[in-house]
T-cell receptor, first 113, second 114 residues
C-alpha cells in the first residue's frame, strides 16, 4: 500500500458525460501528479500540483482539468468524454515538487461506452 | 526532450533463472531513474530508484539496478526469479528542471515459466 488513495476504482460512463476522479496523497506529501495509462499511449504525464498550485503540465487535453485543494487532495475532471478516454488514471504524490520519489495509487479505471 | 526505451516488450524466463530487463534513457543532465512494477489490475509499485551516489542500487523483492552513464542505461536485474515476479516492469526517468515529471518507457512484460 503506497498510501495514495484513489476513488472510484472503477467507473463506466457514456460518451459526452463528465466524471471526477479523486485522489488523497500520502500523509505529508505536498505534490500530486496525474498520469494516464492507455494501451496505445502507455503511461503519460498529465499534470502536477504542488501545495495547491499547478507546477507542470503534460499531455492533458483541454477537456480535462484538475485542481488541488487546501487539504491537499486533488481531483481530475474529465468532460465531454470520448471512447478514447477509456484508460487507467493514476494519481501519485511526493513530498516536494522535485527530486523526490513519486508514489502511485492503484488507479481509477475509466471505461467510456 | 527526455525519453526512455525498453527494447524488450516481452521476456520469458524459467523460475530460478536470472533476469535482466534493459532500460536506456535520453536526457541531457543527470537523471533520476526509477523502476516500477505493475501486476495485472494493480497500481505501480516502486522497486528501486537512483538519484546519485553508488551506481548499483538495491530495491525490494531482491531486485537491483545499475546506472551506467556512459551507456545511458539503468538495467534491472534479479539473480533468481520467482513465479510471483510475473508482471509488467516500467523504467522511468525524472528531472528537477521541470517539476518532478516522470517519463516512462513502454514497459516489459515478464513471464515466468515453471
Amino acid at each position: 500500500d503506497s498510501g495514495v488513495t484513489q476513488t472510484p476504482k472503477h467507473l463506466i460512463t457514456a460518451t459526452g458525460q463528465r466524471v471526477t476522479l479523486r485522489c488523497s496523497p500520502r500523509s505529508g506529501d505536498l505534490s500530486v501528479y496525474w498520469y494516464q495509462q492507455s494501451l496505445d499511449q502507455g503511461l503519460q504525464f498529465l499534470i502536477q500540483y504542488y501545495n495547491g498550485e499547478e507546477r507542470a503540465k503534460g499531455n492533458i487535453l483541454e477537456r480535462f482539468s484538475a485542481q488541488q485543494f487546501p487539504d491537499l487532495h486533488s481531483e481530475l475532471n474529465l468532460s465531454s468524454l470520448e471512447l478514447g478516454d477509456s484508460a487507467l488514471y493514476f494519481c501519485a504524490s511526493s513530498v516536494e515538487s522535485s527530486g523526490n520519489t513519486i508514489y502511485f495509487g492503484e488507479g481509477s479505471w475509466l471505461t467510456v461506452v | 526532450a527526455q525519453s526512455v526505451t525498453q527494447p524488450d516488450i516481452h521476456i520469458t524466463v524459467s523460475e530460478g533463472a536470472s533476469l535482466e530487463l534493459r532500460c536506456n534513457y535520453s536526457y541531457g543532465a543527470t537523471p533520476y531513474l526509477f523502476w516500477y512494477v505493475q501486476s495485472p489490475g494493480q497500481g505501480l509499485q516502486l522497486l528501486l530508484k537512483y538519484f546519485s551516489g553508488d551506481t548499483l542500487v538495491q530495491g525490494i523483492k531482491g531486485f537491483e539496478a545499475e546506472f551506467k552513464r556512459s551507456q545511458s542505461s539503468f538495467n534491472l536485474r534479479k539473480p533468481s526469479v520467482h513465479w510471483s515476479d510475473a508482471a509488467e516492469y516500467f523504467c522511468a526517468v525524472g528531472n528537477m528542471e521541470y517539476g518532478n515529471k516522470l517519463v516512462f518507457g513502454a514497459g516489459t512484460i515478464l513471464r515466468v515459466k515453471s
